[in-house]
């Protein structure tokens, strides 16, 4: 990520939920260049296991929010977008939602991101961390044939079993939505864009605002019984729980997408074109194998394993490292993820941990660790 | 005994000649919930400023360094089941380890009760 700032005299960036979580209690720490609440009165368990039970709200306007529009009108944003990533996305139909990376000629992972079809033009939500970075490289690299757009609005989620429940108060249509699915609806007049997604593996919405009605919209929401503020300690904990990559850690531009185990993600006709950043080194693994692959690790005891954690195998040879790891609320368990070598990603297969320089058994598991409740079909 | 307290927000409560350890309320508090605590076995020499225990939160792991040297004599075998003892009770059950001194002129260097509040309100 690009910082401007010297390190010396770090200034933070706000969203514009920033008074809110200090009125709402919120222990603050940097993050990605921004000061962002990490947990709040209930605490990271607390507030993971009420996103689970009920709803959660999180503000998530430090990630970047772009248009990218077609300069011309008989081009499609979702067929140029392709140069850049190995998602399908000129299959997208209008208002709906694909997950995919942008990719480097190695197959690396530059980011990952959600984009959306809004007839030709794309939504896209990239990570904060790297979203000037994201936002040049599109740019510079359509250049001539479409303009990216970045929004300056809020990001909002509202995840958890109830959020349906309490999003359908305030938006008319909300509940009308899929899993994967958007629209621009309305609140008080204003225009909201509400996506069915999230990164928690629940059922739940994002909805992008504009700056200066953040505040109101999200103090309706927590205004609800249902609802709670959740900090970043519990959306890390809910998203390990539900097996999804945090980018710069479990992936990054050394992890290719067959790598991550995110070939779900690259369908068939876009292998067969061959023609997004490293799609020759992509194809290979997918046709030879990946020597290494992303994968759940269960640790057997009630230690955690953090990231950067050594995994070896049963005769005590090294073949893999944590990339994600931590306590599990759902489980009352420590849950890891990683990356092993390909004859250890089998599910069931014995490895041991080397936390605090011992030995811990544990065992590659499937992933995710608790079963996703996305509001699908 | 009144406590004594460490700059790494222990606690040390001195009954005969040993020494209990805990962490502070105020430690506790910034750790949020605990999830893991693994203690010294019986019989472990340490010296002061030793990784001695190690408490985990969801979030992150941290160290429990000995306050003052000695040998433990106990570890709190309770939190092994029931880390939450810490966040529940940390001046009390949730104790970490028992340890004799080697050097006993070492509980001079610590804090007072009313130096350590002084320490925290410091803090923030």
């Known amino acids: 990520m690009t910082n401007e700032n010297s390190p010396s005299e770090p200034v933070l960036q706000r969203t514009p939920l920033h008074g809110l979580h200090i009125e709402q209690g919120a ?34 306007s430090h990630m970047g929010q772009a248009r990218l529009v077609p300069l011309n009108p008989e081009d499609d944003a979702a067929v140029l977008f392709e140069q850049l990533v190995p998602g399908g996305i000129q299959t997208l139909k209008h208002g709906h939602i694909r997950y995919s990376q942008l990719t480097n000629d190695q197959g690396g992972i530059r980011d990952d991101l959600m984009a959306t079809r809004f007839g ?18 599109i740019a510079s690299c359509l250049s001539g044939h479409a303009t990216l757009e970045v929004q300056d609005r809020a990001l909002i989620a509202l995840q958890g079993p109830e959020a349906v429940t309490v999003l359908a108060r305030f938006i ?13 609806l309305s609140w008080q007049g204003a225009d909201v864009l509400v996506s069915r997604c999230g990164y928690t593996g629940e059922d739940g919405f994002e909805i992008s605002i504009a700056n200066q009605q953040a505040e109101a919209f999200a103090s309706a929401l927590l205004a609800e019984t249902e609802v709670e503020a959740i900090g970043l300690g519990a959306r890390d904990s809910l998203r390990l729980e539900a097996g999804l990559c945090l980018y710069g850690h479990d992936i990054d531009t050394s992890t290719t997408p067959a790598e991550a185990d995110l070939l779900w993600s690259v369908p068939k006709r876009r292998r067969e074109e061959a023609n997004f950043p490293g799609a020759a080194i992509v194809n290979q693994q997918i046709s030879d194998g990946v020597r290494r692959r992303r994968v759940g690790i269960q640790p057997q005891g009630r230690a955690p394993a953090r990231e950067g954690t050594e995994v070896q195998n049963s005769a005590g040879q090294t073949i893999g490292t944590i990339t994600s790891g931590g306590f599990a609320p759902s489980l009352g368990a420590p849950i890891a993820m990683g990356y092993v070598a390909a004859e250890a990603s089998q599910i069931g297969t014995e490895v041991q941990l080397i936390v605090r320089g011992k030995p811990m058994p544990a065992i590659v598991t499937a992933l995710p660790f608790v079963p996703q409740r996305y509001a699908k079909g | 005994m009144s406590k004594k307290f460490t ?118």
């Not at chain 1, 030709?120 to 490289?137: G, S």
């Open chain 2, 7 to 124: 700059k790494d927000h222990e606690w040390i409560s001195l009954d005969g000649d040993i020494a209990t350890v805990g962490i502070t309320a105020y430690a506790q508090e910034q750790l949020g919930d605990v999830v893991f605590v693994e203690v010294p076995e019986a019989g472990r020499q340490v010296s002061q400023g030793d990784d001695a225990a190690v408490v985990e939160s969801v979030k992150a792991a941290s160290e429990v360094y000995a306050p003052l040297s000695g040998e433990v004599v106990e570890g709190n075998g309770a939190l092994e089941a029931n880390p939450e003892l810490v966040n529940q009770s940390p001046d009390e059950d949730g104790w970490f380890f028992k340890m004799t001194l080697s050097d006993a002129g070492q509980l001079d260097e610590l804090m007072d009760e009313a130096a350590y509040q002084a320490f925290v309100k410091e803090l923030g």
């Open chain 1, 172 to 184: 008319d249509g909300a509940a009308d939505l899929r899993f994967m699915q958007a629209a621009w």
């Open chain 1, 120 to 137: 030709h033009e794309l939504w896209l939500v990239v990570n904060a961390a790297c979203k000037q970075d994201d936002f040049a490289h």
């Open chain 1, 27 to 60: 222990k603050m720490v940097p993050f990605a260049g921004y000061d962002m609440p990490v947990q709040y009165g209930l605490g990271v368990l607390g507030e993971h296991l009420h996103t689970r039970e009920k709803a959660g709200l999180f503000d998530v």
